[in-house]
């Protein structure tokens, strides 16, 4: 009877068995901490030495090809590191550089020595390559400067100082080649010598100063500094060509721009010694 009626004891309720996961968690952070410092006092050598050492057994052998440099990184170290690949990027990179430095330098040379009046006769030449090429214009170089001679037969009928449109077209391209210039310009009117008497004109010198100052005021027109011309009529005494014949006196007749590589004044007392130091050309 006493058996029956012993009654049966409840189960203990545990309640600490949250102690049991907060020990393990309490743990596992301690070792991630412990783990974390001595991450962060490892140099950075031992460091990627496990790291890719990890990545080899979890992924296969590491891409790079050069040996692993355990310990301190110095430069010399970190320059070991880098890879063919990278090495030969770097070295075509810096042979490009080489490169465009020295093409760099080497036009910035063509530049300086290109003189300032070697650089007007390219400009000119290259706006006016078509007369050029008929010879009805012509570039040179000389001690005083650049001189532009152009036939007159382009430029205004026999006898005359009017120019037609045509003409006045092609020094309106003259003129904005020139126009940015510096330099201080001279406009030569030349004729030949065939005699002229008219009313407008008594003789040469006014016909080649007229024709000039015709040029001087298109080159105005096109916003050529006024302040850097100068007229000058040289009638039929500066000749380049025998006026016996009829090519000749074609030759003859021709206006010339003269460019002063010093920018002196046209009408200066130097400038007007380098025109009387201008010995005339003639035929044999």
Known sequence: MSRKRQ??????????????????LVTLLLAFFVVMYAISTVNEGKYRAVSDSLSAAFKGAPQAMAPIQVGENTPAAMQS???????????????????????EAQTNNEEQTLSPMDKVIGDVEAAMADLIET???????????????IRTDILFPSGSATMPPTARAVLQRLADTLKFLPYAMRVEGHTDNRPINTVTFPSNWELSAARAATVVHVFMERGVDPSRLAVIGLGEYRPVADNANA????????????????????KSEQGIAQVAQWAPVTAP
């Open 7 to 24: 009654r049966k004891h409840e189960d203990h309720v545990n309640h600490e068995a949250w102690a049991i996961p907060y020990g393990d």
């Open 81 to 103: 590191a880098t890879s063919p690949l990278d090495a030969q990027g770097q070295l075509i990179g810096q042979k490009a550089t080489l490169m465009a430095t020295g093409g």
């Open 135 to 149: 010879d009805m214009l012509a570039v040179r170089r000389k001690d005083h400067g650049v001189e532009i001679e």
């Open 247 to 266: 090519q000749g006196r074609n030759i003859n007749r021709r206006v010339m721009i003269v460019i002063l590589s010093q920018g002196d004044d046209p």
